[in-house]
Each structure stands twice: as C-alpha cells, then as structure tokens.
C-alpha cells in the first residue's frame, strides 16, 4: 500500500511538471515584445518554433505516461507476489523486465541454541549471583596483615596426607601489544628475544611449560624465523611444553570494548594459530584487562574453550570468594537458565600476576623465590630480602618455606590441586632468566618430590595441564560442571 501511494505521488508530480511547462511556454509567447510591436503578426519562423516545442512536450507527456504505466504495473506484479505468487523475473504486458524482490521474513525467530533464554525460566538457579554479592559486601579497606587485602591464612599439617597437594608452576610472560612503547619497539627490544630463547630453552629440559597468549606479536615473530625454528615450535606445541593461551590477536580490554571487537580479535588469532600451527585455543589468560565482562566467557565458550582465568578483580570480591572457597566456578549468563553457557573461570585471590604475588599470601617470601631478582640483577625485592641461588646445603630449607605459600593459597581453593603462574610482564627476555628460573624450580620441585613426608608433588605446567588435573580430580570432563 505504501509503495502504490508513492507511485501515485511520483506520477502526479510528473504531470504536474509537464503542464507547468507548457503553461510558461505559452504565457511567454503571449507576452513577447516583437509580438505586440507588428501588431498581432507572426514571423513565420517564430510559429515553426513554437508548433515544435508544442510537439516536443506531447513527446514529453507521452513519455511520461509510459514511465507511469510501466510503474503501475511493477506494483500489480509485486502485489500478487506478497499474496503467495512466486517472485521470479517476468516480463510486463509492454515488454519491460521486473526484478523480484529480495525475500525476507515477516518476522525473526530465536534460535535456542543461541538463546536459551527463549525457552523460558525453568532450570537451575545460579549459586552465586554478583549483584546479590555486591550488596553484602562493605567494600572497606582493612589491613589483613602479609596478605593486606586479604586474611590471615592456616592450616594444619596433616591436611595433606591422604590426599597429597599437587603444585603447577606456570611459566609466562605478558606482552602488552601498546603500552609504554610502541607495537614495534616492544618487538624488537623484547618480545622477540623471549619467543627467541624459548624455542632453544624449552628443548633443553622436556619437564619445561611455557604459555602465550598475544598472537599479534607472534605472529610478526613467525615471519621472520626459519623453517626449522617453525618445526620446532609445532613440535613444542604437539609435546605440551607450549601452549597458546586464548589466542586472541591481542589481551583485549573487556569492561569498555564493543563485542564485535572481541570477536574480530578471535577470529583473527584463531584462524592464524589454525593455519600455521594447527592448533585450536582450550583455555583463556586474562591477566590483564582492567574490568572484566560477562561478554567474554560467552565468546570463550562458544570458540570452545573449556576453562578460563582472570585476575584483576575488586580486592573486596576477592577476599570474599577466598573466605567462602568460591574463586573457581562455572560462569554462566544471567539470562541462561539450564547452563548450556556455563564454562570454568579461575579466579587469581591475590594483588597482582607478578611473582611475588603468586605463590602466596606473603609477597615478602614469594619474592625471594623471583630468581630474576637474585643479587647483581638490575631489579631486586621492594621487601629487602632477595632469592638465594638454590643449592644442596639449602634446598631444604628454601623449598619447605615456598611449601607453605604453596599451602597456605590452596586452602584459598576447594581442591587440592594448585596453580601457581610464574612471570609478568615483558618476562624471560633475557637467556640468564631462563636458565635462573628453570634451574632453581627444578631443584626445588626434585627436593619436594623425593619427600614423601611432604605430601606433595610439583612440577611445571601449562594452563590446561591445571585445568586437566583438576577435572581428573573431580571425575569430571574438562568443561562440564
């Protein structure tokens, strides 16, 4: 109805136009000068002129009343399509072509494999929900001792002895793609040298792990290595050593950033790490982002990760899941009511990512064992006692100490199963961190695991090597609840 108004509009227009025309042309001929100036006689050549504009506005009006007539009938032919005609290319009575147009539905349906919410409100009703959370909470600021954000922490040595704490150390670097410095300068001061050192380090020792996250720096690094070194990484990815985590095109910012944004940057690290590695993401680093969106673990698990990290968190959020044992937990869309969106999320309790902030609730202790900070280096602990180089007259004492930050977090957690991330940022660029690193944790991890009076075992680990024992140690299937 709409379209046949328009048509109406359009060809009263023209014709209106049409007779105007001719309407001036004839008052101009009616108020000529020359004409009252020979007394009502016309020049012959001044009629010839006249008789052929009077010929060509007939033209003219012809003209438009074929555009009408053409018009007229596109709307007859689209009226009998919307009443169930087949909408196919056909001729007109006058011989012009009509084009259908595009199909498309009256109306959107929902898909419940994407919208669950579709299917109504029955189903499980969430353990926690963070608005509820938010308003328990006083958002103060007291002082909780070593730990200052937190509580103080114990345990009972016995806790242990049916069921032995199994430790994973996972190595890492976080490189921002901007930052201080530009993209390119972070490359090239940095960046390379590190995923450099890896390839040759991680081959040394087949216990070593190393994680990586931001594809958008590796990939610049992979276009200007060799043949070999790529072979070598496909073999470090294919062994376990190395993992890719996320495989975002960078760690993007989630609190502000639109969804197709974080979407593009998926897409765009997945199909590189796809094509050149082989290899598809299992779990998700965000260490980093300031502010966290519930957008995020949607995206992750409709890619198919199974679990996720994050750590930058209110310190008051924090403290609160610590003392109820719930930072890890299925994340699940406020509007998803059977849990078809629900994946894995490990919530990090502590300050930071770095290292004196991630064995434990004392920064002052976890940074002695930050062997990049051992004597001579150029940064050192902010508490004033450095690492010491491990070695056979003090590796007992040095890895009981470590054991209990290692005790003291699990009991942050409901299993015993502990993750513990060794880096920060822009990390192990340098050969002499790798090898301090390395050596030092080995030596500790052989000490505690030749004690069988210590009732633990620990190792190197990838992220998903963490996730994986401890859905073992659930009986479960990573990625189910």
């Known amino acids: 109805m709409k379209l046949k108004k328009q048509v109406t509009v359009c060809g009263a227009a023209i014709f209106c136009v049409a007779v105007f025309s001719l309407y001036l042309m004839l008052d101009r001929v009616q108020h000529d000068p020359t004409r009252h100036q020979s007394g009502g006689n016309f020049p012959r050549s001044q009629i010839s002129v006249l008789q052929n504009r009077i010929e060509q506005l007939e033209q003219l009006l012809e003209e438009n009343h074929e555009i009408i007539s053409h018009i007229k009938d596109s709307v007859l032919e689209l009226t009998a399509h919307t009443e169930g005609q087949p909408a196919l290319p056909h001729h007109t009575p006058n011989g012009s072509w009509v084009l259908p147009p595009e199909s498309r539905p009256s109306f959107l349906s929902v898909s419940p494999q994407d919208c669950q919410f579709a299917l109504g409100g029955k189903g499980q009703s969430p353990d926690l929900q963070m608005m509820a959370v938010y308003s328990l909470l006083p958002f103060d600021n007291q002082d909780g001792g070593v730990w200052k954000q937190g509580f103080d922490i114990t345990y009972e040595p016995n806790e242990w002895d049916m069921e032995p704490l199994q430790v994973f150390v996972v190595p890492h670097s976080h490189n921002d793609p901007g930052w201080i410095k530009t993209f390119d300068k972070y490359y090239y001061d940095q960046t390379q040298h590190i995923l450099n050192s890896m390839v040759l380090k991680m081959q040394e020792d087949p216990r070593r792990r190393f994680i990586w996250s931001e594809i958008s720096f590796f990939s610049k690094w992979w276009d200007n290595i060799s043949a070999q070194k790529?072979?070598?990484?496909?073999?470090?990815?294919?062994?376990?050593?190395?993992?890719?985590?996320?495989?975002?095109?960078?760690?993007?910012?989630?609190?502000?950033?639109?969804?197709?944004?974080?979407i593009d940057q998926l897409i765009e690290g997945h199909q590189w790490l796809e094509k050149n590695i082989g290899v598809t993401p299992r779990s998700g680093w965000a260490v980093d982002p300031f502010g966290y969106s519930s957008t995020m673990p949607y995206l992750l698990k409709r890619s198919n990760l199974t679990g996720m990290l994050i750590q930058r968190v209110h310190y008051a959020i924090k403290k609160h899941f610590a003392a109820t044992q719930n930072l890890e937990f299925m994340w699940r869309q406020t509007w998803d009511p059977d849990a078809s969106t629900d994946i894995f999320c490990h919530m990090m309790p502590f300050y930071s990512y770095d290292v004196p902030h991630t064995c434990g609730p004392d920064p002052k202790i976890c940074c002695q064992f930050d062997f990049k900070r051992l004597p001579g280096g150029r940064i050192n602990c902010p508490w004033k006692v450095p690492p010491r180089a491990i070695t056979d007259a003090n590796v007992a004492e040095r890895a009981q100490l470590l054991l209990d930050q290692y005790r003291k977090k699990s009991k942050l957690y409901r299993s015993k199963v502990l993750l513990v991330p060794l880096g920060d940022d822009f990390r192990y660029d340098k050969p002499q961190e790798w090898d301090a690193q390395f050596l030092n944790y080995q030596r500790i991890f052989d000490f505690l695991n030749s004690q069988p009076n210590l009732h633990v075992q620990a190792q190197f680990g990838t992220l998903s090597d963490y996730f994986d024992a401890l859905y073992k140690k659930v009986g479960i299937v990573p990625g189910m609840r």
């Open 230 to 262: 790529r072979a070598a990484v496909r073999r470090l990815v294919g062994n376990g050593q190395l993992e890719m985590v996320t495989g975002g095109w960078v760690m993007p910012d989630e609190a502000n950033s639109h969804y197709f944004a974080m």
